[in-house]
Nanobody, 128 residues
Framework: QVQLVESGGGLVQPGGSLRLSCAAS????????IGWFRQAPGKGREGVSC????????YYADSVKGRFTISRDNVKNTVYLQMNSLKPEDTAVYHC?????????????????????WGQGTQVTVSS
């Protein structure tokens, strides 16, 4: 069964850090671009960060640039999102998604369009 499973969410105070993980099973991520997306209550989906299959290209939304770092470990079949200096406005459900590199023109485009395989999401709450 092809699936992505996110973990690492939780409650953190403003200024704190979390690292989200996105683990794939049933397929290898080697030939997939991966993105992290978030959706807060009452808001639309936002492409937070995306990374190419080779990790040679990354994209960050302006809202997280300089605070979040995306990385991948293809041996572990896992992609990470390191989130530092968290703000209350970062509160959302975070999903990872995969898209075959064949269909990815740029990682920025992937962050705009989304993926083909989605995880169930992990809640991140930033509050004092």
């Amino acid at each position: 069964q092809v699936q992505l499973v996110e973990s690492g969410g939780g409650l953190v105070q403003p200024g704190g850090s979390l690292r989200l993980s996105c683990a794939a099973s049933g397929f290898t991520l080697d030939y997939y671009a991966i993105g992290w997306f978030r959706q807060a209550p009452g808001k639309g989906r936002e492409g937070v960060s995306c990374i190419s299959s080779s990790a040679g290209s990354t994209y960050y939304a302006d809202s997280v640039k300089g605070r979040f770092t995306i990385s991948r470990d293809n041996v572990k079949n896992t992609v990470y999102l390191q989130m530092n200096s968290l703000k209350p406005e970062d509160t959302a459900v975070y999903h990872c998604a995969a898209r075959s590199e064949i269909w990815v023109t740029t990682v920025q485009a992937m962050c705009a369009m989304g993926g083909d395989v989605w995880g169930q999401g992990t809640q991140v709450t930033v509050s004092s």
